[in-house]
């Protein structure tokens, strides 16, 4: 038997032994009156009232340490705000209770209820006079001297890396706070929150693959949503001219640093409105969230700092190509010329037949990886827009922009197509890839065109990526480290 099976089998043996005794192992009348904030608040805010005389405060959590000292201990718990010291003596709680608290391990759950005072070396202490195990806990916390650092065992274990580590627990908070201040920012200004289906009987909104289900009581195949956009759209045709939605998108593709198949994305739609509109708005929103969440517009990134103060640089997807790729002007409009330069670089085109595809990933290897600073790249090809406007000055492009910061794309937003027959065009023309084998060009969604006849106003809609946000501020280098519990392969296979 190996260490922590052994151990493990003590604990067992412990909870056994004590249950025969009649203790209560896992109760629930334990009334919590404060926080470990509140107490740390209170000490701060009124340390006159501090004292073992003072009123006794009744607080809850985890123990992260203990040492004893035959008729009394100290032990460190933790609840969702914070770490206390607690002093646990025999003649305060009883030489049953004492008795009891021998048996006890860190990692058990506690009550305690007592007065706040100082010891000699300065630290603030809940001085038990009760004492109630809430929770025996069976298996063994990591060793506090090496935590939990193995990344494989803190994705697959996350319950685990948010006992032991502080900072995880804050790029959660964190991200929490983010969504709402992204949430409030909208609200102010008019916009409405919605829901729309996770199960849609054509998956739309993007090029992706789907992942496919089947519903056996209607008898039909239904997709997990690989974006909202045209439900959102069709709810801005009834009206609602300002509409969005923070929720999960499933996409069926590789999983890596900044991917994960399931994923959380803001998207919002303003009517009367035109991509330009939406890159103001953008800025603003994220001026305004990094300065509630960090304190500040500036942050630091992977050892680099990111501004997003002031105004964005603009710059159109071809003119990137030149000044930032490096590409001739002359073979921009060149599909040979582009297909020669990206074998020359080692740069695998998987659709060559679409000089639009060609363009846009020569950008993903040439141009995006140096795109520190946001930076708003607009003029985006009809190949690969197929739900947005054409533009007024030229029709081989579309009014879009994609937002870039930290060498990866964020945001992504267009004036919406509202011309039906346009539509119904490249729609078909999606079908037409999906027939020739590219498995993430769009489905025609023949209900949708009919809601586009019914009138779509002049709009403007946008999606950005949240993880993604959320890993720009809190300096997180995967995406794993910014969502719960990410999707991985089953332990042990390879």
Known sequence: MNKKSDV????RDKLEALREKGVQLFPND???SHTV?????TIDGSPETIGVDGAPFSAAGRMMAINRFGKSSFIRFRDRTGLLQAYIRKDKIGEDGYALFKQLDIGDLVGLRGPVFQTKTGEWTLLADEFKLLCKAVRPLPE???GLKDPEKRYRQRYLDLIMNQDVRDIFIKRSRIIQAIRDFLLDRDYLEVETPMMQPIPGGAEAAPFKTFHKALGMDLFLRIAPELYLKRLVIGGFERVFEINR??????VSTQHNPEFTMLEFYEAYATYRDLMQITQEMFQEVAIAVTGSSSIHYQG?????SGNWRQISLLDSLQEIGGVDTGILYNRGALLELASLKGIEITKADRIGKVITKLFDVLVEPKLIQP???TGYPVEVSPLSKRSDTDKALTERFELFIAGREIANGFSELNDPCD?????LQQVADREAGDPEAHFMDQDYVEALEYGLPPTAGEGIGIDRLVMLLTDAASIREVILFPHMKPSGKK
């Open 304 to 308: 680099q700092s990111i501004d997003f």
């Open 423 to 427: 539509q119904k065009e490249r729609f």
């Open 37 to 41: 904030k509140d107490i740390k608040d």
């Open 144 to 146: 506090k001297f090496h």
């Open 375 to 377: 930076t708003f790249i």
């Open 249 to 254: 998108n499933f996409r069926n593709e590789g």
């Open 8 to 11: 493990i089998e003590k604990r």
């Open 30 to 32: 334990f009334k919590v």
